[in-house]
T-cell receptor, first 110, second 114 residues
Framework: LAKTTQPISMDSYEGQEVNITCSHN???????ITWYQQFPSQGPRFIIQ???TKVTNEVASLFIPADRKSSTLSLPRVSLSDTAVYYC???????????FGQGTELSVKP | GAGVSQSPRYKVAKRGQDVALRCDPI?????LFWYQQALGQGPEFLTY????????KSGLPSDRFFAERPEGSVSTLKIQRTQQEDSAVYLC????????????FGPGTRLLVL
């Protein structure tokens, strides 16, 4: 399973765009890239998933370059409620279990 | 609809006691997963069920850990003779099927072993 590397922590201010980059140099052909968000005392929550290029939903965008060795989660105009830990995961369909890294602790300040 | 629920939310056990943690997945979800999350770390996989069949238990840290899902819905994670290193949050997740579909997590059970 591909190992992921992401910053331990990031700070931002309300209203800014936040970009969190994840490295996954050993990503396999069948692997998808998935991001989860976790608030204190809650379980992780799915944010977005992609295979290549760009994916956008109502919460975030996910940018994946052609070589797929990294990906960037983009959160537009963050608010205080976006303060959480964000996990980048890489895995292939059918494997089922998720492999979490340490995550990025995002702190949004007023 | 209702999400994944877990009970109890908090459990304090004395070292050596047995504990049982319950997970109620989303109705109709075929797959069920258990994860262990230590303080400041990401969740780590423990075991996985597809319906009542336990297909992967490679993450269970010792033979003191046992999980079951006898009727393919509710699951119980049992820890025998608890040790202090078992203190963690135990998360349950369910998904409709295996693969790239979303896993939905419960709030977790925080276990503290004294």
């Amino acid at each position: 399973l591909a190992k992921t590397t992401q910053p331990i922590s990031m700070d931002s201010y309300e209203g800014q765009e936040v970009n969190i980059t994840c490295s996954h140099n050993n990503i396999a052909t069948n692997d998808y890239i998935t991001w989860y968000q976790q608030f204190p005392s809650q379980g992780p929550r799915f944010i977005i998933q992609g295979y290549k290029t760009k994916v956008t939903n109502e919460v975030a965008s996910l940018f994946i370059p052609a070589d797929r060795k990294s990906s960037t989660l983009s959160l537009p105009r963050v608010s205080l409620s976006d303060t959480a830990v964000y996990y980048c995961l890489v895995g292939s369909p059918g494997k089922g279990k998720l492999i979490f890294g340490q995550g990025t602790e995002l702190s949004v300040k007023p | 609809g209702a999400g994944v629920s877990q009970s109890p939310r908090y459990k304090v056990a004395k070292r050596g006691q047995d504990v049982a943690l319950r997970c109620d997945p989303i109705s109709g979800h075929v797959s069920l997963f258990w994860y262990q999350q230590a303080l400041g770390q990401g969740p780590e996989f423990l075991t996985y069920f597809q319906n009542e069949a336990q297909l992967d238990k490679s993450g269970l840290p010792s033979d003191r850990f046992f999980a079951e899902r006898p009727e393919g819905s509710v699951s119980t994670l049992k820890i025998q003779r608890t040790q202090q290193e078992d203190s963690a949050v135990y998360l349950c997740a369910s998904s409709l099927m295996t693969g790239v579909e979303t896993q939905y997590f419960g709030p977790g059970t925080r276990l503290l072993v004294l």
